[in-house]
């Protein structure tokens, strides 16, 4: 078990929402590789729980997809494949289609500044070029879009998928030759939203998926013929 991994202690949450937590951190920011078995003693011993909290955060993190949970292997940190990578997406894809459309009609003048404010505060993190404070900048953007929809249901599916796609948004994020498109695709839809072109801000939301469909498609072809 890697000594990386420590318990981030928060007493408003129970302790087995604290282990998932930590659990999924260690994965999403890669101390925790993709085939790592999740032993429950060892995870026990090196975080200083008993076993039940780690039982059910591991269940939890099984039901996100970021854990898998084999007969006779038992747990192990999920990979990611191709078909998972593009399955997220797809329904990333529609949702927020559906979210920038809505968004046209329905964005408030509070909405309007937030939009533009976030859009700065990503701007300035890829100078900084910090991976977690980027992808966070970029999660903030699209979630002032989700709110102004008005649809508190269409939020919450969107919410759901978050975890899952958010592997894939950081081995995006971490190559720098994709700032550029970023930039340029955020600017489109802050512009779009705030001018209720409905179609062309669409179209530009299908280009921003699609081009991280494309990128990490790459990356996970190329990790796993390496790990061959």
Known sequence: MTDDLVL???????LRDVVFQ?????????????????????IAERLGVSRTPVREALRMLEKEGLVLNTPKRGAAVSGMSVKDMEDVLEIREALEELAVRLACDRISDEGRVQLKQKKTEFEESLKKGEINRIAKCDESFHDVIFSETGNPKLVAMLENLRNQIYRYRLEYLKDEANYPALLEEHEAICNGIMQNEKQD????????????????KIIIEKTNADEK
């Open 8 to 14: 981030k202690m928060n007493e408003t949450l129970p």
């Open 22 to 42: 930590t659990l999924k951190d260690a994965i999403l920011r890669g101390i925790l590789h993709p085939g790592d078995r999740l032993m429950e003693v060892a």
């Open 201 to 216: 801000v669409a179209t530009v939301m299908r280009k921003h998926i699609n081009n991280q469909v494309d990128a990490v």
